[in-house]
């Protein structure tokens, strides 16, 4: 009992440890930063696909209907982690400087490639279900919207964006916020392929515990890594995504409520 409280006690004072602190905050800034660029680069082609779906119905336009219909289906009925490693292995990546890399804090060209295919990925796959959401707030849309536009002569493109897309974006404000949720807890898939974002520079500090833990000898002797190690390392992460998870779920109903609320 006295080694395994002996153990958990170096274990609590990683967590202490600037090094420890620093490398776990840079892991939560990018996996909000990768999280942040894929919701907003999934908004504009999810609405792209929803309006395609919606409205493309006649004539050649029903080939750009067909696409998103078969798009949406295939990434939603799909796991995540398939099109992770497909975009892994498939998908090319633009050429970085290593001035770049060094920026990001990357010690590599080939690193910053892999987080870009990793986030590449990640915006496929989340724009599928961001299309969806977009359909169900253009459907809460009522027609006489467009009629009125059309009464005043606006055309199909002005109707879309000053008048239909802004109330419907009002109606799936909350479901947005849901899907953030989803996507940053959907990063940590990437943790198998690259290590700066959280997940992945938990794994890689508790690969390298023993520095940390008290354990450490020299060089030939590198100490051990205990299982407090893990749940100690695993339990900050977890505790960082709880914190970052409610926050939004807490905007969520606050923003629900608000919906709801009758007038006075």
Known sequence: ?????????????MLGNSNVQV???????????IS???ILISVFIGALLALAR???????????????????????????????FAGFVL???????????????FTSVASVKTLFKAIVSLTLFTSAVMAEIIRGGLNAVPMGQFEAARSQGFGMARTMGFIV???????????????????IKDSSYMSGLVTIEL???????ISKANSYNGTWVDRFDRGTIHVTDVFVLFGAAFLIYFIINFSLSCAVRAIKNRKTRPAA
């Open 165 to 183: 897309l802004p109330q419907a974006f009002r109606h799936i404000v909350p479901t947005m916020l849901s899907q953030m949720i989803t996507t």
């Open 54 to 84: 919606n409205y493309c119905t006649s004539g050649p336009s029903r080939l750009v209907r067909r696409f998103s219909i078969i798009y949406i289906e295939l990434f939603r009925n799909t796991p995540l982690m398939l099109w992770v």
């Open 91 to 105: 998908c090319p990546a633009p050429t970085f400087s290593k001035a770049f890399a060094t920026a990001l804090g």
């Open 199 to 205: 997940m992945g520079c938990t794994k890689l500090l």
């Open 36 to 38: 942040l660029i894929t």
């Open 1 to 13: 009992m006295s080694d395994l409280m002996t153990q958990l006690q170096g274990s609590l004072m």
């Open 23 to 33: 490398y776990l905050l840079k892991g939560t800034a990018f996996t909000l930063g």
